[in-house]
């Protein structure tokens, strides 16, 4: 076992949420803009770290849709910046007072947002994550203990290093990001029990992790949970918004949680709409895999299964399944959906209102591509996760879920008869 102390990581950190509240929004965000020039100036040397994660990936046979989740590049290392500034810009939560009474008894009760404290992340795999968790974390006055996965360590340890660089220019302790640098499964279950120092776990990366967290931890879990996203195609669809929308949703970037992975079809389009599509997610090099209806319509459709209908495959691969209804459609999507986004295509308002009403989901679309659940297309800022539980947070994480509140109460010498 790899020697780590978590027990002083979560003293560390329990110490430096208390610095880290008192800190004013202008000194946060001249911290955050100094942590974004950081990056940038590192970005050699994080491409270097993120090249060794890609190299051990490829040998391992990694599946391409992962490598993906794990590369880094220029680009994504200025988007990782730009995150940090459009943070910036975003109004600080913490101190907002979110409701005022005044009892009869003169007694004055205002709630407030406040840091949650200290909040832990298990990841998997996106090393971007490193710096968006952190980026959301420290504008809300929270401190963060990050455990990465093993295939992005390197990847990790350098964005790490980097950003505890800029903390220590801005005279902010170092503490408000700590990464657990180890590969060792036993220190992420030990670090699952820190619920001494750590206020909440925050899991994202696969079903297996999220599972494991919630199942395991010892510390308040927000689940965020893996996308298993339906388009459902109305028989009142435009089809050539169906199209655009579908291939935009499925291809437009494989490897991500808010990518289309199934599609329901009405029964009265599907024979003008299902040859075209087919046409165009085979340029895509889109498997498709449909039930009895659609193979009967496109000759190269395999066979699809149950297990194909609750699958997310992060991969070029299309579930699809004709319905005879909406009933039958907001049915079938709410038996095998993982509550994250979904989406109609339709013309008829009174159709679109009862699958915005009906289905149980984080994110439900009309007539748009599930790729927009996301924190920088919401105007939230880079994203903690998308949760899909129901309790405290709900959907693309921004800083307001990253704070809790409590209640101050003002008086005059009231007490009680």
Request: net charge negative; charged share 25%.
């Amino acid at each position: 076992m790899e020697s780590i102390d978590l027990d002083k990581l979560g003293q560390r950190a329990a110490a430096v949420k208390y610095e880290l509240q008192k800190l004013t929004t202008e000194k946060k965000n001249e911290t955050l803009l100094t942590v974004a020039g950081q990056l940038e100036k590192d970005a050699g040397t994080i491409l270097e770290a993120n090249a060794q994660d890609i190299h051990k990936a490829e040998e391992k046979g990694m599946h391409p849709g992962l490598v993906d989740r794990l590369r880094l590049t220029e680009n994504r290392i200025e988007a990782m910046a730009q995150g940090l500034r459009q943070v910036v810009r975003l109004e600080d939560p913490v101190g907002e007072v979110m409701e005022t009474v005044k009892r009869p008894n003169g007694l004055r009760i205002c709630k407030r947002r406040v840091p949650l404290g200290v909040i832990g992340i298990i990841y998997e795999s996106r090393p971007n994550v490193t710096a968006d968790a952190f980026g959301l974390c420290f504008k809300a006055g929270n401190a963060v203990i990050l455990k990465g996965g093993s295939d992005a360590l390197s990847s990790n340890l350098a964005v790490t290093a980097s950003i505890r660089k800029a903390l220590e220019e801005c005279t902010v302790s170092a503490d408000a990001l700590q990464l657990i640098g180890s590969t060792d499964r036993e220190i992420t279950s030990r670090f699952m029990k820190l619920n001494q120092y750590v206020d909440v776990l925050i899991p994202r990366g696969g079903a297996g992790l999220i599972r494991t967290v919630v199942e395991n931890s010892a510390i308040p879990v927000i689940e965020t949970g893996t996308g298993n996203c339906h388009i459902y195609v109305d028989e009142y669809a435009d089809l050539d918004k169906a199209l655009a929308i579908i291939l935009n949703a499925k291809t437009q970037r494989i490897g991500v949680c808010n990518a289309c992975e199934s599609l329901v079809i009405h029964k009265a389009v599907k024979g003008q709409f299902l040859p075209k599509l087919a046409e165009a997610l085979r340029q895509a090099g889109v498997e498709m895999r449909g039930d009895s209806q659609v193979c009967a319509i496109v000759e190269d459709a395999v066979q699809a299964t149950q297990e194909d209908y609750g699958k997310e495959y992060l991969d070029y691969i299309l579930s699809m399944k004709v319905v005879g209804s909406l009933e039958e459609a907001i049915a079938h999507i709410n038996r095998y959906n993982t509550k994250h986004s979904e989406a109609i295509i339709t013309e008829k308002q009174e159709n679109a209102e009862r699958f915005l009403t009906e289905i149980d989901a984080a994110c439900v679309y009309v007539n748009a591509s599930t790729r927009f659940t996301d924190g920088f297309e919401f105007g939230f800022g880079a994203e903690i996760g998308i949760s899909t539980q129901k309790l405290h947070a709900r959907g693309p994480m921004g800083l307001k879920e990253l704070t809790s509140y409590k209640y101050t109460i003002e008086g005059d010498g009231q007490v009680r008869p």
